[in-house]
């Protein structure tokens, strides 16, 4: 992830990621394991609710040959 913010107030808080999706994965199941392994760690680690995980899909990279 290229640029990461963590927004808190008070118990809430709200994440805006940027992420690179590699060629030939879908990018709206990559999106969504994303946003599920993101609300899941920071309540974890933080005890904050998790209102929204924005995602920005910045670009599409190809695997190394």
């Known amino acids: 992830t290229a640029d990461n913010q ?3 107030l008070q118990k809430q808080a709200a994440v805006d990621l940027t992420v690179n999706v590699l060629y030939g994965r879908p990018i709206h ?3 969504e394991a994303v946003r599920r392994n993101v609300i899941n760690r920071v309540e974890n680690l933080t005890g904050l609710q998790v209102t929204e995980v924005n995602i920005s899909v910045n670009d599409v990279t190809f695997p190394d040959q």
Do not use: K
């Open 6 to 8: 963590l927004a808190a």
């Open 29 to 31: 199941q990559v999106t």
